[in-house]
T-cell receptor, first 115, second 111 residues
Framework: KAGVTQTPRYLIKTRGQQVTLSCSPISGHRSVSWYQQTPGQGLQFLFE???????NKGNFPGRFSGRQFSNSRSEMNVSTLELGDSALYLCASSSKTSGGEETQYFGPGTRLLVL | DAKTTQPNSMESNEEEPVHLPCNHS???????IHWYRQLPSQGPEYVIH???SNVNNRMASLAIAEDRKSSTLILHRATLRDAAVYYC????????????FGGGTRVLVKP
């Protein structure tokens, strides 16, 4: 089975621009979660989608948004980029909606640099 | 979200066991204890999880205290490829697929 794939792997943008990142989950997985990783804040949960609906949301401003398509692929968008948005953005997929025992499978991430 | 406390770093010699402690004194009855690790330049990967009983898999063992307020991840024979940041995470079923990562423990394996 192919793992979680994320595109692009690297991205450079300037302040004020917007960016869209893509995530393809493992085949059959219907839950996709997004995380932001920075040296200062570590790994932080952004949001989770299941069956095209957002099920969980972290504490990020409205500039961060996402969506999920009928084939479970997901995109996240960051508008009006700020320098502090420079980070590694990780996508994870899971085969179930509920947490607890379920494990998540992470992609390699998209490294975003905002200049 | 219930919090976990881990040492910032640990060192081990190659082919020796590594015991990684995790304190989670505010754990609730429905929290599963998960361990993930993140190798350099990679996304996190699942290691092991448990609820009340000790667990073993091909990667590691998880020892859970009887009161569940602490747990220990055991790497039986560390290799250089085990050098990573190890995260202990409490995953509540009610929270959905939302993992709250702490700072983790950076493991250095010396040859």
């Amino acid at each position: 089975k192919a793992g979680v794939t994320q595109t692009p792997r690297y991205l450079i943008k300037t302040r004020g621009q917007q960016v869209t990142l893509s995530c393809s989950p493992i085949s059959g997985h219907r839950s996709v979660s997004w995380y932001q990783q920075t040296p200062g804040q570590g790994l932080q949960f952004l949001f989770e989608y299941f069956s095209e609906t957002q099920r969980n949301k972290g504490n990020f401003p409205g500039r961060f948004s996402g969506r999920q398509f009928s084939n479970s692929r997901s995109e996240m968008n960051v508008s009006t980029l700020e320098l502090g948005d420079s980070a590694l953005y990780l996508c994870a997929s899971s085969s179930k909606t509920s947490g607890g025992e379920e494990t998540q499978y992470f992609g390699p991430g998209t490294r975003l640099l905002v200049l | 979200d219930a919090k976990t406390t881990q040492p910032n770093s640990m060192e081990s010699n190659e082919e020796e066991p590594v015991h990684l402690p995790c304190n989670h004194s505010t754990i609730s009855g429905t929290d599963y204890i998960h361990w993930y690790r993140q190798l350099p330049s990679q996304g996190p990967e699942y290691v092991i999880h448990g609820l009340t009983s000790n667990v073993n898999n091909r990667m590691a063992s998880l020892a859970i205290a009887e009161d569940r307020k602490s747990s220990t991840l055991i790497l039986h024979r560390a290799t250089l490829r085990d050098a990573a940041v190890y995260y202990c995470i409490l995953n509540d079923k009610a929270a959905g697929n939302k993992l709250t990562f702490g700072g983790g423990t950076r493991v250095l394996v010396k040859p």
